[in-house]
């Protein structure tokens, strides 16, 4: 049995977010779930380690599928290095590049990390941060616009008390 302070760590561990899909708290309106990488029918334990904070879609795909030395295993979010496995392309899809990233995205039932609703909320996560960066350089520019503002202000005080 989970602890409540060792979910909560383990929410903010994840970011409030699926360690799978990457889905977050506030898109699915509630708390995610919390998956054994390795199930307890397998011998998996409530350690850390072996815990994924995960949305309820990937933790009812994944089930009790555990294999971990062979290539058609499941990436663990935490130890294993996901870009080396997969891409995000441009239509939001996530690309295979080795083995793993293959089996973990297409060939299992469990995660379906293409699925149509997780390819608009990566192309919707996208776009929202392109917006973030342009609103955080539009607040850079209007603080030079200021700073500049500001000196020519100075200047033309200096200007009038010659």
């Given amino acids: ?38 199930p307890r029918s397998q011998g998996g334990t409530d350690a850390v380690g072996n815990l994924v904070y995960c949305c309820h879609a990937c933790n009812e795909y994944k089930g009790n599928y555990y294999q ?6 499941i990436l663990h979010p935490l130890r294993d290095n996901l870009p080396e496995h997969m891409l995000e392309q441009e239509d939001g899809t996530l690309y ?35 917006a973030r ?12 616009l200021r700073r500049e503002e500001e000196e020519v202000r100075r200047q033309e005080e200096d200007l009038g008390r010659t």
């Fill in 1 to 38: 049995m989970i602890r409540p302070e060792q979910r909560a760590a383990l929410r903010r561990l994840y970011n409030f977010r699926c360690g799978y899909c990457g889905v977050s708290e506030v898109d699915s309106g509630a708390e995610l779930t919390v998956d054994h990488f390795q």
């Fill in 68 to 73: 971990p030395e062979t290539l058609e295993r």
């Fill in 96 to 130: 295979a590049l080795t083995p793993t990233g293959a089996f973990h995205i297409f060939h299992i039932a469990q995660l379906r990390l293409n699925r149509p609703t997780l390819i608009a909320h990566r192309l919707v996560e996208r776009q929202l941060q392109l």
């Fill in 133 to 144: 960066q342009e609103l955080l350089a539009l607040r850079q520019r209007l603080a030079e």
